[in-house]
């Protein structure tokens, strides 16, 4: 598998189809180069994630992944930064980490977040700020913030 774009989104178990509808519209608007499924996230086509996808699930460049392991191996083989959206000991504040190109983004499930064992194949990990009572946001909504804060600094890097 040879991958020449730079921006990548792995979404890994992510149990409601609607989310990844969401992820998948998501991928569209940032424009991102591919969007691995891995773990039980669903895949299309499913009627759950074509409803919050509007098409973008027949747009944006997909692929299942069964061994989340070897993508990983692989795409840092191409030179690809691996970076995990999660909050814990040794994240950054998304704002105040400076990406790189070509980058995936590790998004995780909706409750669990992401395996320790995958976050310690990360390049780095990411947070999101909460000042609320809640300790996340929905995946989606998440991907979206830290999703265009990266777009905006790949952008500028272009330029």
Not at 117 to 137: F, N, R, T, V, W
Request: proline share 3%; charged share 25%.
């Amino acid at each position: 598998m040879t991958i020449k774009a730079d921006f990548y989104i792995i979404a890994h178990n992510i149990r409601s189809l609607y989310n990844v509808g969401t992820v998948f519209r998501t991928a569209d608007a940032l424009g991102v180069s591919r969007l691995f499924l891995s773990g039980y996230s669903g895949c299309p086509p499913r009627y759950q994630i074509a409803k919050v996808a509007l098409g973008s699930e027949q747009i944006v460049s997909w692929e299942r992944v069964k061994n989340i392991g070897r993508l990983i191996r692989d795409l840092k083989k191409q030179k690809i930064k691996i970076v995990a959206l999660e909050e814990g000991r040794g994240a950054k504040l998304y704002s105040s980490f400076k990406p790189s190109f070509p980058l995936a983004l590790i998004i995780g499930n909706e409750v669990r977040g992401i395996s320790r064992a995958l976050l310690k194949q990360a390049d780095a990990i990411i947070y999101l700020p909460m000042y609320g009572h809640k300790e996340s946001l929905n995946v989606g909504v998440a991907l979206g913030a830290a999703g265009y804060y990266l777009d905006i600094r790949r952008r500028a890097i272009r330029q």
